[in-house]
């Protein structure tokens, strides 16, 4: 999981969304994915789905998290 803020950054390694990135789901008002904040979850205490990015975001993700850990 990677946090999600509406404090809108312009650091290297946040990604800003709105609701036309999301395939299901709703933001509240634009946001950023901050790919420098990961974290793991066991799947019992998930209690429901916020939504679901595009495959064009969870790419970015992916390359900036790369970019991190080379």
Do not use: H, P, W
Request: proline share 0%; glycine share 4%; hydrophobic share 40%.
């Amino acid at each position: 999981m990677a946090a999600i803020t509406s404090n809108i950054t312009s650091k290297d390694y946040s990604i800003f969304i709105t609701n036309s990135d999301l395939l299901e789901g709703n933001l509240k008002v634009d946001s950023c994915i901050r790919v420098d904040k990961i974290y793991t979850l066991a799947q019992n205490i998930v209690i429901k789905k916020f939504g679901e990015v595009n495959d064009g975001v969870m790419n970015e993700v992916r390359n900036k998290i790369n970019e991190l850990i080379k």
